[in-house]
């Protein structure tokens, strides 16, 4: 690299851009490596099994054919209903059930409450394989197997969200609480008419990354969704994987099936993804 | 308004901050701090799920545990994957954070979407894409032996060497962007003014990202590096879907073994997964307090 202590202040535009063709050909080649698999995916659940296995990469005009056999084969329906109705429901009451606790924890705070926090913030380190079996025990006592109880009641309360919803309740003007107490609001009023539409932005990034978790979670549904009827998405495109011989076009239009939700949100709402990762660390 | 109400609208506030906090905390005291508890008591226990009694001698789970071959083979996995994936993904994600950090730099936003991409995947899909791209008759075996690299097709996922690197190519794939993320909002938080004083003293672009870059992502790489182990030490969907755990255990993760132990393979050994599954909460735990002790320090 040359000794730039005597440039001027504006350089060539050209030149600099002659000097980063090192970072574009980077880049493109992660960017290609990225993107890659899913072309793969999208052009397999067009072709005939023997053409993907033959490394064809362009479409094929299969996919009504591998559409045919998978719906012929699984049930699809309703593991996308299933996936669709766990996500959806684990998520509203997880936004709320964390949201009113992170409100509570920061805009009620004495160290009382604070202690309690930060015993919550321990549930953090506890890995999903060491209550699985425990959980499976209760869920089974209580008659929650295969519902939508024993799929999200180990989810909708977690350290991640209430923190989430903590820090970023930070922001909320103490000023409309008390203005609010004096109008004559009740507590919870206050909570659903001033915090709720002041959080949307919260509320948007945590959705995102709620309904994410729940639709890809793998483990715990496999433990506590041990029917046919009552299995998700990633099951079923698990199932199809375990046969003995693999038909790759019904595979991947399988995997397409189980891929669009989280990638339409993926695309539509990148920022509020972005933001529900990096949410509780600030 | 008098001091005596005044108090009792205080304790009425105090007491609503604690009806908000009750669902959540409750929950988590029985969805993960109870069955923790139960988990270290079952680990204790022998028999069948019906009916368990107390081993004997009370250690047998945890000491069958430490002779298990292919438990310990799954603990050799999980660390082989911790220690040369985690460092591979975490330097590329930060290379590629610096590289689009730069103002100069034309399509950021597109290159950005393009390489967090992956993470659009549930675990299992992914997993499942590899596992077609690199089978004996995949995608990849056609492209290397049509390129003269490969005589013919290779068995990437039935020879233990080459399936534990797909594993390994499949995490970087799925969680480089992701960590990205996070340093892209570090790199943030720096001032463009650095960078261009930086210039101005004749620092060049490794100089830049070894003596600024890196110094001021500290807090951050500490904490992906933690998420990553965290994340590592719990594999399950790729050893399960990507590779089965083969060939002969030898990809198998923790938590696979643990979870045919417990739900898979019709055994149902409670209590032995239970001690493997504590052995597990210990390393995680021990991770946390390492976590708390440098987050202390940081600032």
């Known amino acids: 690299m040359t000794n730039t202590t005597n440039m001027p202040i504006k350089r060539n535009k050209s030149s600099i851009q002659r000097r980063l063709i090192p970072t574009y050909i980077f880049l493109i080649i992660a960017s290609f490596l990225s993107v890659f698999p899913f072309y793969w995916m999208i052009s397999a659940a067009t072709n005939k099994t023997l053409d993907v296995a033959r490394g064809k990469l362009t479409f094929g005009s299969a996919a009504g054919e591998n559409l045919h056999n998978l719906l012929a084969n699984y049930d699809l329906w309703t593991a996308l209903g299933n996936s669709f109705k766990y996500a959806i429901v684990q998520t509203v009451v997880a936004l709320f059930i964390c949201s009113l606790a992170g409100y509570g924890f920061e805009l009620y705070h004495d160290k009382y409450k604070d202690l309690v926090f930060s015993i919550l913030l321990l549930a953090m380190m506890v890995p999903q394989v060491a209550t699985m079996i425990p959980l499976f025990k209760m869920m089974s006592k209580m008659g929650f197997l295969n519902t939508v109880w024993g799929f999200m009641l180990p989810a909708i309360s977690t350290p991640f969200l209430i923190m989430m919803f903590r820090q970023n309740s930070r922001n909320f003007p103490i000023d409309i609480l008390e203005a609010a107490r004096i109008d004559g609001l009740s507590e919870i009023m206050i909570f659903f008419r001033m915090y709720l539409p002041v959080m949307k932005a919260t509320y948007a990034a945590a959705a995102v990354i709620t309904f994410m978790n729940a639709w890809n979670s793998y483990l715990w549904p496999k433990v506590v969704l041990n029917k046919t009827e009552a299995q998700t998405m990633p099951m079923l495109i698990a199932n199809i994987s375990g046969g003995y011989t693999v038909d790759y076009g019904l595979l991947m239009m399988g995997v397409l099936f189980c891929s669009v939700p989280t990638m339409v949100i993926f695309f539509i709402l990148q920022r509020q993804f972005t933001e529900g990762i990096t949410g509780a660390v600030k | ?299």
């Open chain 2, 1 to 299: 308004m008098d001091n005596k109400h005044k108090n009792s609208v205080r304790a009425k506030q105090d007491r609503a901050g604690w009806y908000f906090l009750t669902p959540a905390t409750l929950l988590i005291a029985i969805m993960s701090f109870y069955p923790i508890i139960q988990a270290l008591l079952t680990s204790f226990k022998t028999g069948s799920s019906a009916a368990m009694t107390w081993a004997e001698p009370i250690t047998f789970n945890y000491a069958r545990m430490f002779q298990d071959r292919r438990f310990m083979t799954a603990v050799g996995n999980t660390f082989l994957y911790l220690i040369v994936q985690v460092p591979i993904m975490l330097i590329l994600a930060i290379l590629l954070a610096q590289l689009l950090n730069n103002k100069d730099v034309k399509f950021r936003g597109l290159f950005r979407t393009c390489i967090f991409l992956p993470c659009a995947t549930s675990l299992v899909s992914y997993s499942l894409i590899f596992k077609s791209l690199f089978a004996t008759q995949g995608l990849i075996n056609t492209i290397l032996v049509n390129l003269g690299i490969l005589k013919e097709n290779f068995n990437f996922l039935g020879t233990p060497w080459s399936a534990r690197m797909i594993i390994i190519i499949a995490l970087v794939w799925r969680w480089t962007g992701y960590n990205m993320v996070f340093y892209l909002a570090g790199l943030q938080g720096i001032e463009y003014s650095v960078y261009e004083a930086a210039k101005i003293d004749g620092a060049n672009g490794w100089k830049t990202f070894w003596h600024i870059t890196v110094p001021l992502l500290r807090p951050t790489i500490i904490m992906t590096f933690i998420m990553s182990i965290n994340g590592t030490l719990q594999l399950f969907d790729e050893s399960v879907n990507l590779t089965s755990g083969g060939p002969a255990n030898s990809t198998i993760t923790m938590s696979h073994y643990i979870y045919n132990n417990s739900f898979g393979q019709g055994v149902a050994n409670f209590g032995y997964a239970s001690a493997m599954s504590f052995f597990v909460f210990i390393l995680v735990a021990i991770l946390a307090a390492i976590n708390l002790k440098v987050g202390d320090k940081r600032d």
